[in-house]
């Protein structure tokens, strides 16, 4: 529902041109500058679609973004839950929460919980997402750095977990960090099959480091691990069922 989405934009599109401004030479903060802007002004964009093959030019009226973490909640036939998330931000688990005690009042059968192109988000909502399914006390995820003082653990804590019913959860290319904490966490307790196609492989700590001129430098310090011990970063989740889009 956000105006890229609307005008058509896909994972994956490599934006080439910006107002005609070739993208080539630009840092990653020139090209969030150019994009935003006032709501209800339009940026013309021109992106190479290489599943296609081709060049493809949008025009994206700009608008302020609202976002409703959980999308979807709804009961498909035989019982079935479906829950679409798009991103873990500060109201993510209550909304999730919610939606379970809503759901909980039909007789369910097994649960979808829909992470595709979910880019992540806040890691304490991850956790409490993960611990909506699992028993309280399991180790959802861990970091690891250099120093012992970057090593965190992270458990569930869920209110009332679900841990009986069957469980699925879709992932694609677009999922990354907290979706695939999420789906890798599932995964390693086989409390649910992953399905979709390989995650981001987003799973990295970074320490903004202040400096004295007013800049600051951003470090990776430690990286995310699942449970059983698998590095998230660079690597991603592999689904247990792989189904292209």
Same mark, same amino acid.
């Given at each position: 529902?956000?105006?890229?989405?609307?005008?058509?934009?896909?994972?994956?599109?490599?934006?080439?041109?910006?107002?005609?401004?070739?993208? *080539?030479?630009?840092? !990653?903060?020139?090209?969030?500058?150019? &994009? +935003?802007?006032? #709501? %209800?002004?339009?940026? =013309?964009?021109? $992106?190479?679609?290489?599943?296609?093959?081709?060049?493809?030019?949008?025009?994206?009226?700009?608008?302020?973004?609202?976002?409703?973490?959980?999308?979807?909640?709804?009961?498909?036939?035989?019982?079935?839950?479906?829950?679409?998330?798009?991103?873990?931000?500060?109201?993510?688990?209550?909304?999730?929460?919610?939606?379970?005690?809503?759901? *909980?009042?039909?007789? !369910?059968?097994?649960?979808?919980?829909? &992470? +595709?192109?979910? #880019? %992540?988000?806040?890691? =304490?909502?991850? $956790?409490?997402?993960?611990?909506?399914?699992?028993?309280?006390?399991?180790?959802?995820?861990?970091?690891?750095?250099?120093?012992?003082?970057?090593?965190?653990?992270?458990?569930?804590?869920?209110?009332?977990?679900?841990?009986?019913?069957?469980?699925?959860?879709?992932?694609?290319?677009?999922?990354?960090?907290?979706?695939?904490?999420?789906?890798?966490?599932?995964?390693?307790?086989?409390?649910?099959?992953?399905?979709?196609?390989?995650?981001?492989?987003?799973?990295?700590?970074?320490?903004?480091?202040?400096?004295?001129?007013?800049?600051?430098?951003?470090?990776?310090?430690?990286?995310?691990?699942?449970?059983?011990?698998?590095?998230?970063?660079?690597?991603?989740?592999?689904?247990?069922?792989?189904?292209?889009?």
């Amino acid at each position: 529902d956000t105006p890229a989405w609307k005008a058509g934009l896909k994972v994956n599109d490599k934006i080439v041109k910006i107002n005609k401004e070739l993208t *080539r030479d630009m840092t !990653l903060t020139e090209v969030v500058k150019r &994009l +935003r802007g006032r #709501p %209800g002004e339009a940026v =013309d964009l021109i $992106v190479l679609r290489e599943s296609e093959k081709r060049l493809i030019e949008f025009k994206i009226v700009r608008d302020v973004i609202k976002v409703k973490y959980v999308k979807e909640a709804k009961v498909l036939e035989e019982g079935i839950a479906y829950i679409r998330m798009v991103e873990f931000g500060e109201n993510t688990a209550k909304e999730l929460e919610e939606a379970l005690d809503s759901l *909980r009042k039909s007789e !369910l059968s097994g649960i979808i919980l829909d &992470l +595709r192109n979910n #880019p %992540g988000g806040l890691l =304490d909502s991850a $956790v409490r997402v993960a611990g909506n399914f699992l028993e309280k006390g399991k180790l959802v995820v861990y970091t690891k750095g250099r120093k012992e003082s970057q090593d965190l653990k992270f458990f569930s804590e869920g209110r009332r977990p679900i841990t009986e019913l069957p469980m699925a959860v879709l992932i694609n290319e677009g999922s990354a960090s907290g979706s695939e904490i999420v789906a890798a966490c599932l995964q390693d307790y086989k409390r649910a099959i992953i399905v979709g196609a390989k995650s981001f492989g987003k799973g990295s700590v970074q320490t903004v480091v202040p400096l004295s001129d007013g800049s600051a430098i951003s470090l990776t310090t430690s990286a995310y691990f699942t449970p059983l011990g698998r590095q998230i970063n660079n690597k991603g989740v592999m689904p247990d069922i792989a189904v292209e889009e």
